[in-house]
């Protein structure tokens, strides 16, 4: 069973402000391209630091705890705002675990860094939604491979596949202690709701 990487679903072209962009530009970012928050990066496109909506509440006034204050007379930018360490996440790693970061962390999106990391993509909740969102027929195709795979020396139509709104239903018959593993397999296929089980057993 192959599983969907945070590099396939990323998005590349990546909204990003520097340490020194002003609080008011951020903030006309974010409306003009109506997302939640903007990556911070250095001079070397590393990712230093995230400023969300959350953070330029109160109109760019309350300074993140810990940050430098602006010179006096200087403008509020995004290094006085800005949540440091960013939560980033690597491409070759599952969108089951970004989801995963997202909740833990209450975070929309997640920087996708290289191994220096330097910025190479985002991807957000709604990203990683289009991968459990997927057709019936594009789960079935997973769901028989997966039964390809487990039980092995199945002869062709033994055990049947259909799959409607995510659920998996299976029937036929084959021996029972493949069934367990080929339904454990079954619940980590993506977009899998649940597995209802109607083969015979008894080899």
């Known amino acids: 069973m192959r599983e969907h990487t945070v590099g396939e679903v990323m998005t590349r072209a990546v909204v990003t402000v520097a340490p020194g962009t002003p609080a008011p530009q951020v903030v006309r970012l ?46 509020v930018a995004a290094r006085h705002l800005m949540t440091t360490p960013a939560i980033t996440i690597h491409p070759e790693q599952r969108v089951k675990d970004a989801a995963r970061v997202m909740e833990r962390r209450h975070v929309d999106r997640l920087p996708v860094v290289d191994p220096e990391d ?8 709604r990203d990683l939604l289009r991968v459990f969102l997927r057709t019936d027929e594009e789960v079935r195709t997973d769901a028989v491979g997966e039964v390809r795979r487990v039980l092995t020396g199945l002869w062709p139509g033994e055990v049947g596949v259909s799959v409607r709104d995510g659920l998996v239903t299976l029937t036929g018959s084959a021996a029972t202690d493949q069934l367990s593993k080929l339904i454990t397999s079954l619940w980590r296929v993506d977009g899998v709701t649940g597995v209802l089980n109607l083969v015979e057993t008894g080899r």
């Open 30 to 75: 974010l409306n003009r391209h109506r997302i939640s928050a903007v990556p911070v990066l250095d001079n070397d496109e590393r990712v230093v630091g995230v400023v969300s909506r959350t953070d330029l509440a109160g109109g760019g006034q309350a300074l993140r705890s810990g940050a430098a204050a602006p010179e006096p007379g200087a403008a």
């Open 118 to 125: 330097r910025l190479i993509g985002i991807t957000t909740r």
